[in-house]
């Protein structure tokens, strides 16, 4: 059977088509496609707080586009879920029934906590070394989720209003830098030997280019050298010497700052980088309201 997932994110938004195979175990996912579109709603929405008209336009097309290839590969069931750009546009909603009335998507818009709890829905639980204590990081383009993990269990979760796009616009002031640090003090105080989870886009474009692919981690020595690097250059030769596609190569530079202030903060030394986010965490909630005898996809 195939499901998919929508991630209206601030910088792009992406359709996860998944393969989901029973068997006596459990549930196999097999990732069958990914469909990215750079639309960076979050320029507008967190500047203008509200998306214009030709943005919105490029937004409803999209999704339109969206659901003829969810026709095409025959998905049982979907979910569409907005993130902080359409939390923030004052016509979020207005866009949302739109979209609705033209490309027959209902879109949900989450709330920071939730987006923190759709990326738990990973089972990430499963990937966790019972005698450590992490730090899961989820860097997106108007905010970045945080989740404590001890002993395998979750501690608590938290959404903060610092992301990479409002870094770039200027519009991170110290004293949500200081929440975030009295958030993560209680935990670091009680706990020691953390590591880090990393989750986004630009992570796992910086542990492709940086980090310990065999092992699966990227060390902090390694993000210290991706930002030298970065800032070191230009635009243009992060898109052509690192690779970088063009809505990747000036957000990569904040991500790693997010990612190095916690990890000096935690005392993180490495960072996992399993490479799921918000679309796995969606897949996993559609399969399993699809078994529970939720509405198939019509």
Request: aromatic share 10%; with cysteine.
């Amino acid at each position: 059977m195939k499901f998919a997932a929508i991630d209206i994110g601030s910088n792009a938004i992406r359709l996860l088509l998944m393969n989901v195979f029973e068997s006596d175990e459990g549930p196999v996912y097999r990732k069958d496609a990914l469909y990215r579109v750079a639309l960076r709603l979050g320029e507008e929405s967190f500047l203008d707080k509200k998306i214009s008209p030709k943005k919105s336009a490029k937004f409803v097309d999209t999704m339109k586009a969206f659901r003829i290839l969810m026709d095409v590969h025959d998905v049982k069931h979907f979910k569409a879920c907005a993130t902080a750009a359409m939390r923030e546009a004052e016509n979020g909603h207005e866009l949302i029934e739109r979209v609705k009335e033209e490309a027959e998507i209902d879109i949900e818009i989450v709330t920071g906590k939730e987006e923190a709890e759709i990326i738990y829905g990973n089972n990430i639980v499963e990937y966790l070394n019972p005698e450590k204590n992490y730090l899961y990081i989820d860097v997106g383009g108007g905010s970045t989720e945080l989740s404590l993990f001890h002993k395998k269990r979750l501690i608590d979760s938290c959404s903060f209003p610092i992301g990479t796009l409002k870094i770039l616009n200027n519009q991170v002031e110290d004293a949500h830098w200081e929440e975030m640090n009295n958030w993560i003090s209680p935990f670091l105080k009680k706990h020691k030997n953390i590591s880090g989870i990393g989750s986004g886009g630009n992570i796992n474009k910086l542990y492709k280019l940086y980090g310990d692919t065999k092992n699966g981690f990227i060390r902090k020595e390694e993000l210290m050298c991706a930002l030298e690097d970065l800032t070191g250059s230009t635009f243009y030769e992060r898109i052509k010497s690192m690779g970088l596609r063009p809505d990747r190569a000036d957000v990569i530079i904040p991500a790693v700052e997010i990612f190095l202030q916690l990890s000096d903060w935690a005392n993180i030394k490495l960072v996992y980088v399993p490479k799921f986010g918000v679309s796995d965490g969606l897949i996993h909630l559609v399969y399993q309201e699809y078994k529970n005898g939720q509405k198939a996809m019509k």
